[in-house]
């Protein structure tokens, strides 16, 4: 299981809502359809001013974004139950989202769903790194390491939440572990 | 243990928990929409197989009511996902919003935004429909694939919001894992004085906490207090739970929830047993917050957040471009009950928008007269653009022909209840929260004034 991500990061603030991750407009598309699981990607993050964020998160015309790892502050994912949001994340090619904290929702919906690995940092990332910076992130390790800086920042475990992601989801996660049968039906 | 202790104990079949602790609860109640519906189908589909049934028809209720009334194709599509879903399934409680069980709906722009477009099963916006309907119960968990769904709480209920792939699981087994949260209390005393609201209420206990001051945890609210609430009222403080990043909000029982609560399961037929929860001494909490509900006076969160309180008072000459009243927050009859008294004999002087959570709300608004014009005549002629096509409008945005949407960086007044950039559409737009009564005021003299003045 991969547990080491190297790329450019996309910083955002405090308080990054539902509604900028995934704008309340494209909530028609579905995200269990296919083709509409990859339209969302396209979107993400796209409802951040652009007086606050003049570099897009996916370029405009790009199926996906150029970020793996999202840097925000506290209260990531705020605001919506949408499970849209960390689907657009990881339909656009986020693998992480690195932020002080999250909100419930977000998270659990991040786990659930096994699109992406919240990770909280105690040290506030989103005024050390800028968008385009390159770290990699160690999950066994519980490390981020900024490329240029050399400089290495800690993350909280984990705990129970990174073999449910490690599977692909909740449901994958039952599976494995016989809480549920393998096949469906 | 507290009230969302007990529940939550009750409900995963044993004598006590406490807050941490990771417990299988059994949903009684799983409610779904458009919006969030069919993905959760079709994780329900993708893993208990396509022939699966829902683990109890009775228990999944169905409400479309986010994009209804727009002609975005897949918007629409997504009410017949529900429909197909709904026959299927043999599903109890789905408020179709056309009648023909055969049919597939399309909204008709030609007829314009106001004029009603929905059949008689419609059941408006979920939160508030859900009381209406019978769905609230005392006791009860109750699961939406909604982030408000938190508003039930003030049934006595412990009621949260959670993703497609949660709500799939519950779909299949009729079980969820939880955390236990911990429970911080909100003592409430007095009573609201005239011209304040319940929405000034929830402001400033968001604006005490901060706008995560809750994140994971479960907002009580009693004492004497809460006697003095309506049961509307109640709904609006607990509907904000989230803004603070709650899981829920619970309130204590009384008999005001019990006459409604009785009143509405036996009007629409759905089950009537319950067991409340009642409140003892060894509650645990980790926060007290006394609010003196007499002292509170009309309260704003600014942009970008529900947690930037400033009181109206102080935000006397903020010019606005528009005013909303609606939601299942903001726009239940009570909230234009008093939307009607400030703007009574008056006339707005920006674009004020009025969208009736639910069609039941815009029959009594219709049907309730003061003086010789029914409510609905007096916001109308006070210059309120009020339409028929009761739902969720622009509280979030949604397809860019909404009705009421912000489709160019405007300043909204809104009674709804959420407030970060972008919200009820452009994403440069700026929404300040408010009561329909500060909402009212502010729409006559184009900035954020104190619905005080305009009590005569």
Known sequence: MQSVFTGSVYVVRDNIDTDQIISA????????????????????????????????????????????????????????????????????????????????????????????????????????????????????????????????????????????????????????????????? | MTLTEKIMARAAGKGRVEAGDNVWVKADILMTHDVCGPGTIGVFKREFGAAAKVWDRKAVVIIPDHYIFTVDSKSNRNVDILRDFAREQEIAYFYDVIDSPAGTWKFDAAKGPLERQYGSHYAGVCHTALPQKGHTRPGEILFGTDSHTCMAGAFN????????????????????????????????????????????????????????????????????????????????????????????????????????????????????????????????????????????????????????????????????????????????????????????????????????????????????????????QILVEAGVQMTENAGCAACLGGPVDTFGRMNAPLKCISATNRNFPGRMGHRESQVFLASPATVAASALTGHITDPRDYLS
């Open chain 1, 25 to 185: 407009q494209y909530l028609n598309l579905v995200p269990t359809i296919p083709d509409e699981y990859k339209k969302l990607g396209t979107y993400a993050l796209a409802g951040l001013p652009d007086s606050l964020y003049p570099i897009r998160f996916v370029a405009p015309g790009q199926p996906v974004g150029a970020y793996p790892i999202v840097v925000g502050g506290r209260n990531f994912g705020c605001g919506s139950s949408r499970e849209h949001a960390p689907i657009a994340l990881g339909s656009a090619g986020c693998k992480v989202v690195l932020a002080q904290s999250f909100a419930r929702i977000f998270f659990r919906n991040s786990v659930a769903t096994g699109e992406l690995y919240p990770c909280e940092c105690a040290d506030r990332l989103c005024e050390i790194l800028k968008t385009g910076d390159v770290v990699t992130v160690d999950l066994d390790k519980l490390t981020v390491t900024a490329k240029a800086t050399g400089k290495v920042y800690s993350l909280k475990p984990l705990g129970d939440v990174k073999p449910v992601v490690d599977a692909g989801g909740l449901f994958n996660y039952a599976r494995k572990t016989g809480m549920m049968p393998v096949s469906p039906g």
């Open chain 2, 157 to 376: 209920e412990f009621a949260t919001g959670i993703g497609n792939t949660d709500a799939g699981f519950v779909m299949g087994t009729g079980k969820l894992l939880l955390k236990v949260p911990e429970t911080m209390h909100f003592r409430l005393e007095g009573k609201l004085q005239p011209g304040v609201m319940a929405k000034d209420v929830i402001l400033h206990c968001i604006g005490e906490i901060g706008f995560d001051g809750a994140t994971y945890r479960a907002m009580q609210f009693d004492g004497e207090g809460v006697r003095n609430l309506t049961m509307d009222d109640r709904m609006t403080i607990a509907n904000m739970a989230i803004e603070a990043g709650g899981k829920n909000a619970i309130f204590e029982f009384d008999d005001q929830t019990r006459a409604a609560v009785d009143y509405r399961c036996k009007l629409n037929g759905t089950r009537a047993d319950y067991q409340p929860v009642e409140r003892d001494a060894a509650e645990k909490f980790v926060h007290e917050t006394v609010v003196n509900l007499s002292k509170l006076e009309p309260t704003v969160a600014c942009h970008p957040d529900p947690g930037q309180r400033k009181l109206a008072r102080e935000l006397v000459g903020m010019k606005l471009d528009r005013a909303y009243v609606g939601s299942c927050t903001g726009g239940k009859t009570s909230d234009f009950l008093e939307a009607a008294r400030v703007l009574r004999g008056r006339k707005v002087v920006i674009d004020t928008f009025g969208v009736p959570a639910t069609p039941e709300i815009v029959h009594d608004l219709q049907s309730a007269w003061w003086g010789d014009k029914s409510v609905w």
